[in-house]
């Protein structure tokens, strides 16, 4: 019984394809012009969560793929649009990219409604985008904003055809995200 009780830490997210990530590093690299104290999102990390999960035991993990695999729903399209940040107290803490696409937002709102039905609670906010810096300290914040603002995204387009269910690992050097499960739309 005790092995049960092993914790997995889990989302369930969308994978970025290769024009995406090389969009990103390009941002990423103007977005370094300006000194912060901070981290880059690493490429291979690069991903759109859907669901953030948290620490399960495999019990609720065999629910949460059952309720997963019974998602009904169609390929649809995504789109770059747009560059921002989110504060704390004035303070710019996470650097993201907005992914416009209302079947994101309909393929969201399944998975919380299928995550609900086996105890996990419904997100208060989705916001479809990718972190792609998580910032500590800036010195003059209102110049990194403006630095933010008048960086140009372009406006990849492509296909999303599944979603993942992810494990992180916490590591030392950053986290490590590996696929437990991938649902084809």
């Known amino acids: 019984m005790e092995e049960n009780k092993e914790l997995m830490r889990c989302f369930v997210a969308i994978e970025m394809p290769v024009a995406v ?5 390009r941002v990423q690299e103007t977005l370094g012009n300006w000194k912060f104290t901070g981290k880059m999102t690493e490429l291979e990390n690069l991903h759109l969560t859907l669901k953030f999960l948290g620490e399960i035991d495999k019990e609720k993990m065999k629910k949460v793929k ?5 998602i009904e729903f169609k390929e649809f399209e995504a789109k770059l649009i747009g560059i921002g940040t989110f504060s704390n107290f004035g303070n710019p803490r996470i650097a993201w990219i907005k992914i416009g696409s209302k079947g994101m937002f309909e393929l969201q709102k399944k998975i919380d409604e299928a995550m609900e039905k086996i105890g996990f609670k419904k997100e208060e906010r989705f916001m479809s985008h990718m972190t792609i810096a998580r910032i500590k300290y800036v010195k003059d914040k209102k110049g990194f904003l ?3 603002s008048k960086i140009g995204i372009r406006g990849i387009e492509w296909d999303v055809d599944k979603f993942c269910l992810k494990k992180s690992v916490l590591e030392q050097r950053g986290p490590t995200y590996s696929d437990l499960e991938v649902y084809e739309l």
């Open 21 to 25: 990530i090389k969009e990103v590093a």
């Open 66 to 70: 059952e309720e997963l695999q019974r």
């Open 146 to 148: 403006e630095h933010v």
